[in-house]
């Protein structure tokens, strides 16, 4: 194992533990009723279990969504199959994915950031390129990148294989000089063999790269859970804690208004109050893109198949755990100083409030969340 990997390790068991650590000191947390409910008493009121029985039968019987008027939102239901891709163009797409000789200095592959043991992210708060540079946003995973429309946190890539490019020339990342790649390719490696396999001759082209490495990447999603088990109605997949949380998810919590679909997302751009506007590390998200002033600090809604492997959280990677970021919705995320002006003074979306969750609704969201 190299010794980046073991650190990577290490610090995802040091999470965990301290995860769990904060998991035991909620166990004595009060409850709803008022009394001390330990973490895996059944739920105490009767209205509670009559909820609970609604999602163990057909979707129909599911209590209503709480989504605001006007949200376009559709109900959670069993993942779509991938789209079907030629087997040779994965094969190919792959072995790239994995060559670091795709860098200027030949030591960084698409997988040094994108690890398939993170679900295809890299366990870091920012992206760490050529000469160990930090790049200014955290990875995303590529669970499910089949499905997303716009790429990137800003949504500046319309498709896979023009998005392949960009991280290979970006002198952040890969580093390298586009021109440069089809030479070395074409010259010191066997892939003008393997394209003529491929694509019926030699020629080692810009396009023929991003077709290859956009079919492996389609092919990518997040592995099967207990959840889809439970969404394609084996009901008794989900504990009842795992399904009050899914309660929660769909009404209280207010998740649904953006987190909807069998993606968890409807791919739409939101400012949620985490991109330090008006400060030092502001990212001005989706209007670098747009030049529209009202996408000042909106960032795509990601999905959130496979969300408890893909820490730390959000573009800039600022949440280390999974509570983290739940204790920042339900605090309604950070708001305007009174008396700020300029991009400071503006708010974060409308559709997110303090959604005012006790302790144990926030254990029961969590464990729901690591169904997914
Ligand atoms: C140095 C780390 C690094 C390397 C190497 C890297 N990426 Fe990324 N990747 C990132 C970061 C950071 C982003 C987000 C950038 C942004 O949104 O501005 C990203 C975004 C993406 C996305 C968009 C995902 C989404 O949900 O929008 C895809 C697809 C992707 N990378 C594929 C690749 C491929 C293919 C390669 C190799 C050719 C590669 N990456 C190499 C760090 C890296
Ligand atoms: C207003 C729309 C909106 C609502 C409501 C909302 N989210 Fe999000 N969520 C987003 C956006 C946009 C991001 C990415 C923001 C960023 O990185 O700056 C995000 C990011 C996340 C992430 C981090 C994902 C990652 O890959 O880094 C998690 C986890 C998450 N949301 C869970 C939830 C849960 C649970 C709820 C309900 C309590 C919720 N969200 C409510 C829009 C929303």
């Known amino acids: 194992m190299s010794s980046e990997r073991l650190g990577r390790t290490l610090r995802a068991a040091l999470a965990t533990g ?22 895996s008493s059944p739920p105490s009121a009767a209205a509670s279990d009559d909820v609970t029985q609604a999602y163990r039968g057909p979707r129909s019987g599911w209590p209503a969504a709480q989504v605001d008027a006007g949200v376009r939102w559709e109900e959670l239901s069993p993942r779509p199959a991938l789209p079907a891709v030629p087997a040779t163009l994965v094969t190919l797409g792959e072995q790239l994915f994995f060559d670091p000789r795709l860098s200027r200095d030949r030591t960084l592959s698409c997988a040094s950031c994108h690890a398939p043991h993170l679900g295809f ?35 500046r890539a319309a498709d896979l294989e023009s998005q392949a490019l960009m991280p290979i020339a970006n002198p952040v990342e890969m580093a390298m000089d586009l021109q440069a790649l089809q030479q070395r390719l074409a010259r010191e490696t066997d892939y003008p063999r393997r394209f003529k396999d491929v694509f019926g001759d030699d020629a080692v082209t810009l396009s023929r790269l991003g077709k290859a490495l956009a079919a492996f990447e389609r092919r990518i999603e997040a592995p099967r859970t207990r959840f889809d088990d439970f969404i394609e109605g084996q009901t008794a997949a989900l504990s009842d804690q795992e399904i009050r949380g899914l309660h929660l998810f769909r009404t209280k919590a207010r998740c649904m208004n953006c987190h909807s679909g069998p993606q968890f997302t409807q791919h739409e751009f939101h400012q949620i109050g985490m991109s330090a506007l008006g400060r030092r ?30 820490a730390p959280y959000f573009h800039n990677g600022i949440t280390p755990t999974l509570r983290g970021v739940l204790e920042s919705y339900n605090a309604g995320m950070p708001q305007p100083p009174k008396n700020a002006q300029g991009l400071m003074a503006i708010p974060p979306s409308p559709l997110i409030r303090p959604i005012q969750l006790n302790a144990r609704e926030l254990q029961d969201l969590e464990a729901f969340l690591r169904t997914l």
Do not use: C, Y
């Not at 990148?145 to 800003?154: R, S």
């Open 18 to 39: 301290l995860l769990w650590a904060a998991n035991a000191g909620m166990a004595e947390d009060i409850g709803p009723s008022g009394r001390a409910s330990p973490k």
């Open 121 to 155: 992210s890299d366990g870091r708060r920012l992206a760490l390129g050529q000469d160990a540079q930090a790049g200014p946003r955290n990875t995303p995973h590529l669970m499910g990148v089949a499905f997303v429309p716009q790429l990137m946190w800003d949504g």
């Open 281 to 310: 590390l502001q990212d001005l998200g989706r209007q670098g893109t747009t030049g529209r002033p009202e996408d000042a600090g909106a960032f795509r809604t990601p999905s959130l198949r496979g969300i408890a492997r893909t």
